[in-house]
């Protein structure tokens, strides 16, 4: 690969150095060659101006239309798709807690005797009450 790149870079000089010595020799001899470019007249190059802002306006327009409307598309699709996330999170949040829980729990014991008492307080408080009433 090396050489290769050595073999185009001394290939180049030689041709640079071969056109500059002609041109060089045609110089000494009083050979002087003139010629007019057509393709640099002004009036040529103005309408080739218009012609360009006019086109990099159009594509302009077109690009900033296209950009805007992916910009809205892709902002709905990420809002939907951050939705339908966060619904799934919530329904494996709830799923988990229902499976954690096994259903009702079994009231203890101890704590259906207190309430008991309580119910049986609270009747004998309201017929004493009753009582004093009368």
Known sequence: MMYFLLILFFGSLFGITFM???????????????REEDFLKIQHLEELKHLTIKNIKKHGYVGLVAIIRFYVQSSNFFKNKYEETKK??????????????LGKREVSNFLKMILE??????????????????
């Open 88 to 101: 799934k999170i919530k329904n494996i949040h709830i799923r988990k807690q229902n499976d954690g829980s």
């Open 20 to 34: 500059i010595g002609r041109k060089l020799m045609m110089l000494q001899n009083g050979q002087v060659l003139h």
């Open 117 to 134: 008492y309580k119910n049986k307080i609270r009747k004998i408080k309201e017929k004493v009450k009753e009582e004093e009433n009368l």
